[in-house]
């Protein structure tokens, strides 16, 4: 089953930078477009950005020019790479292919505060 894990969340300060990771089984990765989605308290789940298996990439307007997606597809991971954070980037974020499988990973949490 396709399963996927999550790393890098953290406490930062505004204007602060992190790179998420994710780690993927269970499927061809290589083939896949993938995305990463957020959940911010008391919102639902929003797709943040994408990335095709040629690393061709789409973002959500509100972390353009901000976030940067990327995938290693020799390694099976993807990342997201987070600067210039706001407290309004603050979310439980979660890997998953686009479209969205049936599985969740736990997520990670990111929270921007100071």
């Known amino acids: 089953q396709v399963r996927f894990v999550e790393s890098g969340g953290a406490l930062v300060q505004p204007g602060g930078s992190l790179r998420l990771s994710c780690a993927v089984s269970?499927?061809?990765?290589?083939?896949?477009?993938m995305g990463w989605y957020r959940q911010a308290p008391g919102k639902g789940r929003e797709l943040v950005a994408t990335i095709t298996s040629g690393h061709n990439t789409n973002y959500e307007d509100s972390v353009k020019g901000r976030f940067a997606i990327s995938r290693d597809n020799v390694k099976n991971r993807m990342y997201l790479q987070m600067n210039s954070l706001k407290p309004e980037d603050t979310a439980v974020y979660y890997c998953?292919?686009?479209?969205?499988?049936?599985?969740w990973g736990q997520g990670t949490q990111v929270a921007v505060s100071s």
């Open positions: 998953n292919t686009n479209p969205q499988s049936n599985y």
């Open positions: 269970g499927t061809i990765f290589r083939l896949l477009t």
